[in-house]
């Protein structure tokens, strides 16, 4: 297998929010960042997808807004699994780093006075989601990559990072799959940040692009690092439900922030059953629960859905702030603004990951995380809002310290390393007795059906049996021969990693018998205090750490 040697000062992972946000302090801080991307740059991940908003406590519409209750509601939301001195950083800095965005270009929706407006979200006491319509991320990440174009910072796509490669307990670089002509580049850094995003292709309904398979757990993973929370995975409440081709495509919060209400079958708003204050702006692991019971109560549509309905609103009103959303439905033949759309739970986010400390550095020397691969911010559940805050925020903190590791560290090499990654790859080549893409329908069926809103024992017990079954039978798949886009190939080394995924989030799922956030066990449907701990899994070892 050809190996082509590229050296930088901070290799970066993906070019999201997080890792463009990172490049730029890198930049900033004189050295050379060069950042890959598994698809397109700054197209393969999911800020650009995200259309809510970014919260920041302004002040701008609620005066009675403060940095402390921001905190407060993140960490409720979180169920208390949160790491507080990560949150802290997130709801003081969130602010600064929103300023920083529009001196990059970017433009957040203004009041006739001319401050910054903001929305009610759920989990918030108080209106604090600074947006631009219903396409905050794509305005957020366009000014991002502005400011990267801008200072000619190296970018280098469609490119699958495939192992960390270290040199005892420190980082020194990756090996990256070439997906045009299927050859490795081994990439010397002197400091790697990860920033590849979470894995909503673990199941079949997701909001997620397709590159999102949790291959930045696995790498880090298997190169040593702790990951945290790995059971706690976000499922959005509203996603699409038709047509096929559209299932789980995101249908932002800010239909239900601007007054959209949930609806059963029978014509009945169900969630004053569940959530009678906050009704459909509760936070998104009750709503999604809430939605899931009335579906498999017999009351969805059916499509296997509910109704979400804005048309009490006037159509001015929805054009102005949910443009995008009125041009995703027109697309299939819904005029949301006359009509109620139908809805149902999307994997959505992972709140667990990569475990960092409050400078974004990992349990190895030189590896720093920012964003979505991340755990421990969000705790149990994620605040809609608090993502996009989350990917500036620590994408700066990582660029910052990133730099200052890599001025004083060396480049090394591990040659050994890289031709036995090159070798892993090379035997993946072979005729076998099953494709990877089905193997891959396979995971995301096994883990929709038995590991996704609501959990038992049983169910979690039966999917760790069949994920070891799958783990052997790896070696059946089968594998072209191919040199450019071998989708076979890149579909071989995505299953590997998500199998080893899919196995530590179930394990962790077993581990925690109560129902925290995002992660409901129908068998233990109480929070339990003696649970208020977070489980962080490394190789051949299990941590606890209380909260």
């Given at each position: 297998m050809d190996i082509k040697t590229i050296s930088t000062d901070i290799l970066i992972i993906g070019s999201g929010g997080a890792g463009s946000r990172a490049a730029i302090e890198v930049d900033d801080a004189g050295l050379k960042a060069t950042i890959v991307s598994k698809g397109l740059s700054f197209r393969s991940g999911c800020t650009g997808m995200a259309e809510g908003g970014y919260n920041a406590v302004f002040k701008t519409v609620d005066k009675d807004d403060s940095i402390e209750t921001h905190m407060k509601d993140t960490m409720k939301g979180g169920s208390y699994l949160n790491d507080s001195r990560l949150v802290e950083i997130l709801v003081n800095e969130s602010p600064k780093r929103l300023i920083d965005?529009?001196?990059?270009?970017?433009?957040?929706?203004?009041?006739?006075?001319?401050?910054?407006?903001?929305?009610?979200?759920?989990?918030?006491?108080?209106?604090?989601?600074?947006?631009?319509?219903?396409?905050?991320?794509?305005?957020?990440?366009?000014?991002?990559?502005?400011?990267?174009?801008?200072?000619?910072?190296?970018?280098?796509e469609e490119v699958m990072i495939t192992s960390l490669v270290t040199d005892e307990n420190q980082v020194i670089g990756a090996t990256g799959l070439n997906l045009k002509d299927s050859?490795?580049?081994?990439?010397?850094?002197?400091?790697?940040?990860?920033?590849?995003?979470?894995?909503?292709?673990?199941?079949?309904?997701?909001?997620?692009?397709?590159?999102?398979?949790?291959?930045?757990?696995?790498?880090?993973?298997?190169?040593?690092?702790?990951?945290?929370?790995?059971?706690?995975?976000?499922?959005?409440?509203?996603?699409?439900?038709?047509?096929?081709?559209?299932?789980?495509?995101?249908?932002?919060?800010a239909v239900r922030a601007e007054g959209g209400k949930l609806i059963n079958k029978d014509g009945e708003r169900f969630m004053g059953k569940y959530a009678p204050e906050k009704?459909?702006?509760?936070?998104?692991?009750?709503?999604?629960?809430?939605?899931?019971?009335?579906?498999?109560e017999g009351r969805g549509t059916e499509n296997g859905g509910v109704y979400l309905d804005i048309s009490h609103l006037d159509d001015d009103y929805i054009d102005e702030k949910l443009e995008t959303m009125v041009l995703q439905f027109e697309n299939v033949g819904v005029d949301i603004k006359h009509e109620p759309i139908e809805v149902a739970p999307t994997a959505h986010h992972f709140m667990g990951g990569l475990k960092i400390n409050t400078d974004a550095s990992t349990s190895l020397k030189n590896l720093y995380g920012a964003g979505e691969v991340c755990g421990g911010v969000h705790g149990a559940n994620r605040l809609g809002g608090n993502a996009l805050a989350d990917t500036q925020v620590f994408g700066k903190i990582a660029g910052v310290n990133a730099a200052q590791a890599a001025k004083e560290t060396e480049l090394k090499s591990n040659d050994e390393m890289v031709?036995?990654?090159?070798?892993?790859?090379?035997?993946?080549?072979?005729?076998?007795?099953?494709?990877?893409?089905?193997?891959?329908?396979?995971?995301?069926?096994?883990?929709?059906e038995k590991v996704a809103i609501v959990r038992d024992e049983k169910n979690l017990n039966e999917a760790l049996k069949e994920?070891?079954?799958?783990?052997?039978?790896?070696?059946?798949?089968?594998?072209?021969?191919?040199?450019?886009?071998?989708?076979?190939?890149?579909?071989?080394?995505?299953?590997?990693?998500?199998v080893e995924v899919c196995i530590l989030s179930v394990k962790s799922a077993i581990l925690r018998r109560e129902s925290r956030?995002?992660?409901?066990?129908?068998?233990?449907?109480?929070?339990?205090?003696?649970?208020?701990?977070?489980?962080?899994f490394s190789q051949n070892k299990i941590e606890f750490e209380a909260r």
């Amino acid at each position: 297998m050809d190996i082509k040697t590229i050296s930088t000062d901070i290799l970066i992972i993906g070019s999201g929010g997080a890792g463009s946000r990172a490049a730029i302090e890198v930049d900033d801080a004189g050295l050379k960042a060069t950042i890959v991307s598994k698809g397109l740059s700054f197209r393969s991940g999911c800020t650009g997808m995200a259309e809510g908003g970014y919260n920041a406590v302004f002040k701008t519409v609620d005066k009675d807004d403060s940095i402390e209750t921001h905190m407060k509601d993140t960490m409720k939301g979180g169920s208390y699994l949160n790491d507080s001195r990560l949150v802290e950083i997130l709801v003081n800095e969130s602010p600064k780093r929103l300023i920083d965005l529009e001196n990059y270009g970017a433009l957040f929706d203004r009041q006739e006075s001319g401050q910054i407006d903001q929305r009610p979200f759920g989990g918030q006491s108080f209106r604090r989601t600074c947006y631009q319509g219903d396409r905050t991320g794509a305005e957020l990440l366009n000014a991002l990559k502005e400011e990267i174009i801008k200072r000619d910072i190296e970018c280098i796509e469609e490119v699958m990072i495939t192992s960390l490669v270290t040199d005892e307990n420190q980082v020194i670089g990756a090996t990256g799959l070439n997906l045009k002509d299927s050859t490795l580049i081994y990439f010397k850094a002197k400091s790697v940040i990860l920033a590849s995003g979470g894995a909503g292709q673990l199941y079949p309904v997701t909001s997620n692009t397709f590159q999102k398979n949790g291959d930045g757990f696995a790498i880090a993973y298997r190169a040593g690092a702790k990951l945290v929370d790995m059971e706690q995975i976000q499922f959005h409440p509203t996603g699409m439900v038709t047509p096929e081709s559209k299932k789980g495509v995101l249908v932002t919060e800010a239909v239900r922030a601007e007054g959209g209400k949930l609806i059963n079958k029978d014509g009945e708003r169900f969630m004053g059953k569940y959530a009678p204050e906050k009704m459909e702006l509760a936070t998104r692991d009750v709503v999604a629960r809430s939605i899931y019971q009335e579906i498999i109560e017999g009351r969805g549509t059916e499509n296997g859905g509910v109704y979400l309905d804005i048309s009490h609103l006037d159509d001015d009103y929805i054009d102005e702030k949910l443009e995008t959303m009125v041009l995703q439905f027109e697309n299939v033949g819904v005029d949301i603004k006359h009509e109620p759309i139908e809805v149902a739970p999307t994997a959505h986010h992972f709140m667990g990951g990569l475990k960092i400390n409050t400078d974004a550095s990992t349990s190895l020397k030189n590896l720093y995380g920012a964003g979505e691969v991340c755990g421990g911010v969000h705790g149990a559940n994620r605040l809609g809002g608090n993502a996009l805050a989350d990917t500036q925020v620590f994408g700066k903190i990582a660029g910052v310290n990133a730099a200052q590791a890599a001025k004083e560290t060396e480049l090394k090499s591990n040659d050994e390393m890289v031709s036995e990654e090159a070798s892993r790859i090379q035997e993946l080549i072979k005729q076998g007795s099953i494709k990877p893409q089905e193997f891959k329908e396979n995971i995301k069926k096994l883990m929709w059906e038995k590991v996704a809103i609501v959990r038992d024992e049983k169910n979690l017990n039966e999917a760790l049996k069949e994920l070891r079954t799958m783990e052997n039978d790896l070696e059946k798949l089968d594998v072209g021969d191919k040199k450019q886009y071998n989708t076979d190939l890149v579909t071989a080394l995505e299953v590997i990693n998500m199998v080893e995924v899919c196995i530590l989030s179930v394990k962790s799922a077993i581990l925690r018998r109560e129902s925290r956030g995002a992660h409901y066990r129908s068998d233990f449907p109480e929070s339990m205090d003696e649970w208020k701990k977070s489980i962080i899994f490394s190789q051949n070892k299990i941590e606890f750490e209380a909260r």
